[in-house]
C-alpha cells in the first residue's frame, strides 16, 4: 500500500483531503467522471493564496441545462494525499456559479485512478492507494471487467425497468453523482421512465439544473450481482450527456457503489466489489415532495413543492425557508441527516419554515413518490 488517506461521504459521494502546494488540504469529490489528469479546485482566497503561476487554460462545461461555458487557469503544482506527494500535476481552477453545492472545494479522478490501484472502504472511513500489481481478489470480491471511452470507466451490465427481459446496457462507473443509476433513452428507448415516475429536478450541475424524472427499475445486473428496485433517474434527452460527455446508456452512480467496497484497478481493467454491510438496504427517494435549495448552511430555500406530495397537502409553499425538522436545526442536521429525515417511510415530521417575517410550523407524514 502506497498511502491510507481518511475519507468521509456526504449525499454519498467520497471526500477526501488534498494538499496543494504544501497548503492545509482541501476538501475535494473522488470522481471516477473526471477523466481527465490534475485536480480542479473552485476559485477562492485559497486558491490564489496557493501563489501558483496560473494561465488561461480552454473552457469547458458541466451538467444541466444552460451548455455555460465556464473559463479555466490551470497551473502545475505538487499534491499530497496521505502523505504521498505527486509532482507537476495540473491544478486547474474555474469560477463555480452562484448556488453551486458549497460542501466540497473541487474534484480529483483520473490523477490518482490512472497512476494506482484505489481501494474505497466507506465503512471504515478510508480511502488506500495501492500497487496495482499486488491487487488480488477476496473470496468475497466480485470481479467486474471495464472498458474505457474517452478516459472514463464503462461496464457492461442488464437492467430490466419494468416487466419483461432484461436488456443488456453498457453504464458509465461515476462515483461523482449521487444517485444510485441513471438510464437514458436516446440509444434504447425502452430505457424510458416508467409510469410511475414523476417529474422533478434530478440535481444541480456545473452549467445549471439537471431535469427529468424519477422512477425504480426492478433489477439491475452486474455480472453476478443483482440489486433490485432501484430509485432512477431518467433525464430530459438535453440532459444525457453532461458536459457533452457520451454516457452511452447512462451510469450506475454513488448511492450504488459506496454500498460495496470498490478497488479500481484502471490498469488491470478490472474493478472489485465487496458487498457491505448496507448492500441490501432499500433503495429510497425524498418522500416530502420539497425541491430545496441551500441559502446559508442553516436554512434550505423552497424553490418548488411537488403536487400532491405530503409538502404540498401540508400548504408548504414556494419561497418558504427550511429552518429545523424537529426542532433541529438544518446546520445541526447536515446534509446527510436531512436527508435520511426525508425518507423515512412513515415518519410524521414538524417542519419549522419562515414565511417572510413569519415562523411557521408544518406536519407532514412521509410517503413513498416513487
Not at 60 to 71: L, P, Q, S
Not at 85 to 98: F, K, R, S
Not at 336 to 352: H, K, P, Q
Request: aromatic share 6%; charged share 25%.
Amino acid at each position: 500500500m502506497r498511502a491510507s488517506v481518511p475519507i468521509r461521504t456526504e449525499r454519498n459521494l467520497v471526500l477526501v483531503p488534498v494538499s496543494v502546494a504544501g497548503s492545509a488540504p482541501f476538501t475535494v469529490i473522488l470522481d471516477t467522471g473526471m477523466p481527465t489528469p490534475g485536480i480542479l479546485l473552485y476559485a477562492s482566497e485559497r486558491v490564489e493564496a496557493l501563489g501558483l503561476d496560473f494561465a488561461d487554460a480552454p473552457s469547458i462545461t458541466g451538467a444541466g441545462g444552460t451548455d455555460t461555458e465556464f473559463r479555466t487557469r490551470v497551473a502545475r503544482g505538487q499534491i499530497d494525499v496521505g502523505g504521498l506527494t505527486i509532482e507537476e500535476v495540473p491544478v486547474i481552477t474555474l469560477v463555480a456559479p452562484p448556488g453551486f453545492p458549497k460542501h466540497h472545494e473541487g474534484i480529483i479522478g483520473s490523477e490518482l485512478f490512472e497512476r494506482f490501484g484505489v481501494r474505497i472502504d466507506v465503512e471504515k472511513g478510508r480511502l488506500e492507494l495501492l500497487d496495482s500489481a499486488g491487487i488480488a481478489p477476496t473470496e468475497d470480491s466480485y470481479v467486474v471487467p471495464l472498458h474505457f471511452r474517452g478516459g472514463g470507466p464503462f461496464l457492461h451490465a442488464r437492467v430490466t425497468v419494468a416487466e419483461g427481459a432484461p436488456l443488456p446496457a453498457e453504464l458509465a462507473i461515476d462515483l461523482g453523482a449521487s444517485h444510485a443509476l441513471w438510464l437514458n433513452s436516446t440509444s434504447e428507448p425502452r430505457f424510458g421512465s416508467p409510469p410511475q415516475s414523476i417529474a422533478t429536478r434530478l440535481g444541480q450541475g456545473l452549467s445549471g439544473h439537471v431535469e427529468g424524472r424519477v422512477g425504480r427499475v426492478r433489477r439491475l445486473e452486474i455480472g453476478d450481482i443483482a440489486l433490485e428496485d432501484l430509485v432512477t433517474v431518467f433525464p430530459k434527452a438535453d440532459h444525457q450527456p453532461p458536459g457533452g460527455f457520451d454516457f452511452r446508456d447512462g451510469f450506475v452512480g454513488a448511492e450504488t457503489l459506496t454500498r460495496f467496497r470498490i478497488t479500481f484497478d484502471y490498469s488491470g481493467k478490472r474493478m472489485l466489489l465487496e458487498p457491505g454491510p448496507r448492500v441490501r438496504d432499500p433503495f429510497e427517494h425524498d418522500m416530502t415532495g420539497l425541491i430545496l435549495e441551500p441559502s446559508g448552511p442553516d436554512r434550505r430555500v423552497v424553490v418548488a413543492v411537488l403536487s400532491g406530495s405530503p409538502a404540498a397537502e401540508a400548504g408548504v409553499l414556494p419561497g418558504d425557508a427550511l429552518v429545523a425538522v424537529d426542532g433541529k436545526s438544518i446546520g445541526a442536521l447536515g446534509p446527510d441527516g436531512l436527508m435520511r429525515a426525508f425518507r423515512n417511510e412513515g415518519a410524521d415530521l414538524r417542519l419549522t419554515l419562515e414565511r417572510g417575517v413569519e415562523t411557521l410550523e408544518k406536519r407532514v407524514r412521509l410517503r413513498r413518490l416513487v
